[in-house]
């Protein structure tokens, strides 16, 4: 039996990890930031702001059944596209929101 080198994977591989290893690590940050920033930004008390970030980043798990029922009609190359592509544009303009000071 022999082993696969580093080498023989295929360019396309090493794109895709790169890919979800950069999401992964965005979504981390992510999940880090959004309560400090409901924190600093509202005028609730603290633990129920942080309860609503949390709240709205667990409602994609509960749409999941109808999101994923129209993924499989998608190639997962372009369902993975438009999804980190959507996550994304919300990322950014939360972030860009927030830095001109336009966030509630």
């Not at 309860?51 to 009609?73: N, T």
């Given at each position: 039996m022999?082993?696969?080198s580093s080498n023989h994977l295929p360019h396309g591989f090493w794109t895709y990890l790169a890919g979800m290893a950069g999401m992964s690590l965005g979504d981390a940050l992510l999940s880090l930031a959004m309560p400090f920033?409901?924190?600093?930004?509202?005028?609730?008390?603290?633990?129920?702001?942080?309860?609503?970030?949390?709240?709205?980043?667990?409602?994609?798990?509960?749409?999941?059944?109808?999101?994923?029922?129209?993924?499989?009609?998608?190639?997962?190359?372009?369902?993975?596209?438009?999804?980190?592509?959507?996550?994304?544009?919300?990322?950014?303009?939360m972030a860009g929101l927030a830095l001109a000071g336009m966030l509630p």
């Open positions: 022999t082993r696969a920033l409901a924190l600093g930004l509202s005028t609730l008390p603290d633990e129920r702001a942080v309860a609503l970030v949390f709240l709205a980043g667990s409602l994609p798990r509960f749409a999941a059944p109808l999101l994923g029922s129209m993924a499989d009609r998608l190639t997962p190359r372009a369902a993975i596209g438009v999804a980190s592509g959507l996550r994304a544009a919300a990322v950014l303009s």
